[in-house]
């Protein structure tokens, strides 16, 4: 594994300073506590990479019986936060390039990501930012639970979208502007289970799925798949289901 120590003080990544460590850590032991605060997303996080895993590989030809099967693969997750998805897409064997806006976020990741051995180059910025300085395209673009909170959600889109090499892939998953999302992901999950602070998601900025595909299409992409998540309030277990009107994932592709 190589140094962090470059990556933390380099122009890309956010220098830690050495008094803050401890707070950031204290906040990754929140973000990774599986009982905490995040644990709607860590309910949710097997399904999620068990279906990543199973359409990158399928996607690239690569074999699904290596531990490693992603190795060979550069990866953006674009609203990285602190690094669920990206340190188990890491292991996988991918090169992670994780952004977030926020420093905080970013510093967490990166400390719970020293401390446990997983190499990834983890920077505060915005997907804007990647587009102007033109510098880096990805095999594959995971834009994951972020468009509900972006201010322009079809040009984050097409922006996010842009960034994918030609023949390469993007996921955008996101929560549905529909009356039933409104009664589980918000009233639901929020101000009646406390699963998530009251005010997270606000329902006007919710995205359908023909609005992903509409910006995706505009970023020169063609779908390849919508599949809906659906949460079992009985087994207390997200499954893939035909189901999008809550949680969807959407899979497209760029052509060669």
Request: aromatic fraction near 8%; hydrophobic fraction near 40%.
């Amino acid at each position: 594994m190589s140094s962090h120590s470059d990556k933390i003080n380099n122009a890309n990544g956010p220098s830690i300073d050495e008094n803050e460590i401890e707070k950031f850590r204290a906040m990754a032991s929140e973000w990774w506590d599986p009982k905490g605060k995040f644990k709607p997303l860590h309910k949710f996080n097997p399904v999620r990479l068990a279906f990543l895993r199973d359409r990158i590989t399928s996607h690239f030809n690569l074999d699904d019986t290596q531990r490693t099967p992603l190795q060979g693969l550069h990866i953006l997750d674009i609203g990285c936060g602190g690094g669920l998805v990206s340190e188990p897409m890491a292991r996988l064997g991918a090169r992670m390039t994780s952004v977030d806006a926020g420093e905080a976020n970013i510093k967490t990741a990166m400390t719970h990501a020293q401390e446990n051995g997983v190499d990834i180059d983890y920077r505060i910025g915005t997907a804007e930012e990647l587009v102007e300085k033109n510098e880096e395209k990805f095999d594959v673009v995971l834009n994951l639970e972020v468009v509900e909170h972006v201010a322009d959600a079809h040009q984050f889109i097409k922006d996010t979208a842009s960034l994918v090499k030609p023949g390469g892939l993007i996921f955008v998953a996101s929560i549905n502007r529909t009356s039933k999302a409104f009664a589980l992901a918000i009233v639901g999950a929020e101000y009646i289970m406390g699963w998530l602070p009251k005010g997270t998601h606000e329902f006007h900025k919710l995205v359908k799925p023909d609005e992903v595909r509409n910006a995706l299409k505009a970023g020169h992409m063609q779908i390849e798949e919508t599949t809906g998540v659906s949460y079992n309030p009985l087994s207390g277990e997200w499954s893939l289901s035909s189901d999008t009107m809550v949680n969807y994932m959407c899979v497209a592709s760029k052509s060669e």
